[in-house]
């Protein structure tokens, strides 16, 4: 099977699922893509990414989505790294983003919103519209906390006096849990 754009934003839904499965099950509707085809997408870019005759890093992604929409350079404390971004149609206003290191092996990939976080108001935090730099930029003190998967990212903050996780999958925000003393 030939993996492309519509297999590579099923293989993202497949870890999506782990924190909001109703709202994988709403795109797999509008995208017209079963369970068993979210599943075989998952499979196909597992087996690739391991695979050793597969492309590595940018060249992998390149090879799935094509010539990306942005190449340049981004700091990362005291080294430049090089960054690439694809637009894919389920998240039309955010980019999907594959960081660099020096070697050229993937530091990070993740949504970002074009231009950088975007302040939003508490009730602007809608799931799948969000990307971890606008909670930063939205929730002054905000903390970047481990996620609880691959793949996954936890941004606690306070609003209103009350604590939250908001919790992400590749940096697309997925949904918000309030937060106790205990460790995310």
């Known amino acids: 099977m030939k993996f492309g754009v519509r297999q590579f934003e099923l293989a993202l839904m497949h870890r999506m699922r782990d924190l909001d499965a ?22 196909q870019w597992t087996a690739m990414l391991h695979s050793e ?5 940018r060249a992998l992604v390149r090879m799935v989505l094509g010539p990306p929409a942005y190449e340049g350079v981004k700091p990362a404390g ?16 955010l980019e999907f983003e594959v960081l660099l290191g020096p070697g050229g092996e993937v530091w990070n990939q993740w949504f970002v ?14 799931p799948w519209r969000c990307v971890v730099a606008d909670v930063g930029a939205s929730f ?15 941004v606690g903050f306070t609003h209103e006096g009350t604590h939250y996780h908001a919790r992400f999958v590749y940096g697309l925000y997925q949904r918000l849990d309030r937060a106790d003393d205990r460790p995310a």
């Open 22 to 43: 109703a709202r994988v099950e709403v795109a797999l509707m509008a995208m017209g893509a079963s369970r068993a085809e979210l599943r075989a997408a998952h499979t």
């Open 53 to 57: 005759r597969a492309p590595k890093g």
């Open 78 to 93: 005291s080294l430049t790294c090089e960054v690439a971004r694809w637009r894919l149609p389920s998240w039309p206003d």
């Open 113 to 126: 919103r074009p231009g950088g976080g975007r302040a939003l108001a508490f009730a602007e935090l809608i």
């Open 140 to 154: 002054p003190g905000a903390s970047h906390l481990e996620g609880s998967a691959p793949h996954h990212w936890t």
